[in-house]
């Protein structure tokens, strides 16, 4: 395939998912359909599902889209310089800040809907939405084991109690802002990732 048809192919492929990330922060991920897409791209049918093959594969293709907006709308924005327990709270800012305004799309937290949508649903969408969940609390886990390291927090802190606690308040924060619009609900959940994680 020519260089050009080659990159014309990717910038069409990234359009069509950033349409369904948008699509599927609104409606789920089980909005998300061949013939949406192509209507709403104006594309036809065949040129949606040349990209993906299955309405399986385009799910998959949207979650991992939506993980990757996740990760440098929150991860991302934790500074390279920041060590320790400063780390972790950087991070729950920016996650706090990521929920307050909606995530992706205004739909929430993507990941907290799409676990939801496919909790008990065996096969590969689900598997792929518990995969990067665990991926997720690992890293904070991880996070919370720098912060022992440094000193920051005690020798006997269990790390993956921290993760725990974190995971909890915010999917709590973000069915208090998209359910119930509570607009305190934000400083709320900050205070308490701060104290889930060492501070006051």
């Given at each position: 395939m020519p260089r050009r048809s080659a990159a014309e192919?990717?910038?069409t492929r990234a359009r069509i998912l950033d349409r369904a990330v948008v699509i599927a922060a609104r409606d789920g991920l089980e909005g998300?359909?061949?013939?949406?897409?192509?209507?709403d791209l104006?594309?036809?049918k065949a040129g949606v599902y040349g990209h993906f093959g299955s309405k399986e594969a385009l799910q998959l293709a949207t979650f991992d889209a939506a993980v990757e907006q996740f990760r440098q709308l929150v991860p991302a924005r934790v500074p390279r310089t920041a060590t320790g327990i400063e780390r972790l709270r950087h991070l729950c800012d920016a996650w706090i800040d990521y929920l307050e305004h909606g995530g992706i799309a205004e739909g929430g937290c993507f990941l907290t809907a799409a676990a939801t949508e496919f909790d008990g649903r065996p096969g590969p969408v689900r598997d792929a939405v518990a995969q990067a969940a665990g991926r997720w609390l690992a890293y904070l886990e991880h996070l919370a084991a720098a912060a022992v390291e440094t000193g920051?927090?005690?020798p006997d802190t269990d790390p993956a109690q921290i993760a725990f606690e974190l995971n909890g308040i915010a999917m709590s924060a973000n069915?208090?802002?998209q359910l119930q619009r509570d607009d305190a609900a934000?400083?709320?959940?900050?205070?308490?990732m701060h104290r889930a994680a060492g501070g006051r």
């Open positions: 192919a990717r910038d998300v359909t061949i013939g949406r897409l192509a209507d104006e594309m036809s920051d927090l005690p069915q208090a802002i934000p400083q709320r959940a900050r205070r308490a």
